[in-house]
């Protein structure tokens, strides 16, 4: 239901940012309207929204560095807005880990429709509390162990904090070692069928995942996308 969910509009143009709340206020979603990215900081660290809808030119810290900050400890969605419609641009705000990317002028009724589908998306990722898994109660891989009903990850035997999204490639590949998979396989798996995002947000997913688990054996596989080697006998040994 749309009333359960609360968006934060942070844009420094005051127009824009109420009519944007006006629209999403009009779907029954709470708003919270910001200016700034240090102002969205001390919400993020007080009440965070369920999603953000953030302007990249913002005074004092950017857009993208809000986002780089936010995606270092939630996958949260976010949609980015902004004058700017440089291929360039968009790529960055993905690589980054932006959701979407919406180029203004836009129609505020399509921000509320690509609002509705992130948070579906996000909702069936991460599921409704107290619903039953159909996931396996442990998945065991060399030094990899994931727990996927409890959203937990060990290397190694110790604990290691990953976000939903890195959560979840890693259980794709875990489930399928030396499984070749294609970047739109992968986007499809994590991101669902309905993303038209960048396919390069799935080489930074990656490149996050990596720099948590150092020796993590994710190879690319030239020509076709990823595949996490494994050498030894049964994975479930």
Known sequence: MNNQYTIAVVDDDTNIRLLVEAFLQKENYRTVGLGSAEEAWELWRSSPPDLWVLDI???????????????????????????????????????????????????????????????????????????????????????????????????????VDLTSKEFAMLQVFAENPNRAFTRDDLLNFVWGEDYFGSDR?????????????GRLPIEAVWGHGYRMRYEGGDPSQ
Do not use: T
């Open 57 to 159: 030119m913002l005074p004092g810290m950017d857009g993208y560095e809000f986002c780089r900050r936010i995606r270092s400890e939630a996958e949260v969605p976010i949609i980015m807005i902004s004058a700017r419609d440089n291929e360039v641009d968009k790529i960055l705000g993905l690589e980054l880990g932006s959701d979407d990317y919406m180029v203004k002028p836009f129609s505020p009724r399509e921000l509320v429709a690509r609002i509705k589908r992130q948070l579906q998306r996000w909702y069936k990722l991460n599921g409704p509390e107290g619903q039953p898994s159909s996931s396996p109660v442990r998945i065991e891989l060399g030094n990899l162990q994931l727990l996927p009903e409890e959203r937990r990850a060990f290397w190694a035997g110790e604990e």
């Open 201 to 213: 947000a799935v080489d930074h997913l990656i490149k996050r995942v990596r720099k948590k688990i």
